[in-house]
């Protein structure tokens, strides 16, 4: 649910279309240089979206957003560690009211993480929703929206390093042949993407979300674009050149 994000007032977020559209003059150069990334020094931030008080958006099946956001992010956080990145931090919040939200930009701008990532998964406007039986409960759906999609924030003062980031994962997820779905993060100083990674009010998306074999492909995807965006930021430096005699 896209609503609730890091108490931005005034969302003036970027999607993964315009996020894919832009050039990666850095992503070339490193690519040119044949940086490698050292994923040890390179720090990431998964942040649970939401709170177990206030779990977001409730599926067509009636499961809540906390859930599929800790499952996944879990996972990420699971393969991020095994690849390497021993300086990942998995963010849990509690509350109900903003104040959880400032506190996740807070902590991640005190750790000085390299990026801060945020899972989500999406709702719906209720214009869009209809009603159906579920296991004896009425309980609303849309099914005409699919995909996931990615937000960065113009007011974040990393925006075009969060944009780097954003568009890395883009990439990876489309490589994976997931659909970006046409269809917040200002408080953070660290680069940042919120990734609402499919609509679970949607009915065949909820039950493909809830599959093991398309987290892992969210997670591989995820874990792709931190090496690649960690190739770029946090290169190993290169050995300096003998002088010539
Ligand atoms: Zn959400």
């Known amino acids: 649910m896209r609503t609730i994000t890091f108490g931005a007032l005034t969302l003036a977020m970027v999607a993964a279309a315009a996020i894919l559209a832009?050039?990666?003059?850095?992503?070339?150069?490193?690519?040119?240089?044949?940086?490698?990334?050292d994923p040890a020094r390179f720090k990431v931030a998964v942040d649970v979206g939401h709170t177990v008080e206030n779990q977001g958006a409730t599926s067509a099946r009636g499961v809540k957003?906390?859930?599929?956001?800790?499952?996944l992010a879990t996972q990420m956080e699971?393969?991020?560690k095994?690849?390497?990145?021993?300086?990942?931090?998995?963010?849990?919040?509690?509350?109900?009211?903003?104040?959880q939200l400032f506190k996740r930009a807070?902590?991640?701008?005190?750790l000085g993480v390299d990026v801060f990532v945020s899972i989500?998964?999406?709702?719906?406007?209720e214009q869009y929703k209809s009603k159906w039986e579920h296991e004896g409960e009425t309980r609303s759906y849309s099914d005409q929206f699919s995909g996931h999609s990615l937000f960065v924030s113009r007011e974040n003062p990393r925006f075009s390093d969060s944009l780097a980031f954003g568009r890395l994962l883009g990439l990876e997820l489309k490589?994976?042949?997931?659909?970006?779905?046409?269809?917040?993060?200002?408080?953070?100083?660290?680069?940042a993407v919120l990734v609402e990674a499919g609509i679970i009010v949607n009915r065949d998306d909820e039950l493909v979300?809830?599959?093991?074999?398309?987290?892992?492909?969210i997670t591989a995807a995820l874990l792709a674009a931190v090496e690649r965006y960690c190739a770029i930021k946090h290169a190993k430096p290169p050995r300096p050149a003998r002088p010539k005699k």
């Open 22 to 37: 832009n050039a990666a003059p850095a992503e070339a150069e490193a690519a040119r240089q044949g940086a490698a990334c």
């Open 65 to 71: 957003e906390y859930v599929f956001n800790l499952r």
């Open 78 to 80: 699971q393969a991020l």
């Open 82 to 99: 095994e690849a390497g990145f021993a300086q990942t931090h998995f963010f849990v919040m509690h509350g109900t009211t903003r104040a």
């Open 106 to 110: 807070e902590r991640a701008n005190a």
């Open 120 to 125: 989500h998964h999406n709702d719906v406007q």
């Open 175 to 191: 490589s994976r042949g997931l659909i970006y779905t046409r269809h917040h993060t200002e408080d953070t100083k660290v680069p």
């Open 209 to 217: 979300l809830e599959s093991p074999e398309r987290q892992a492909v």
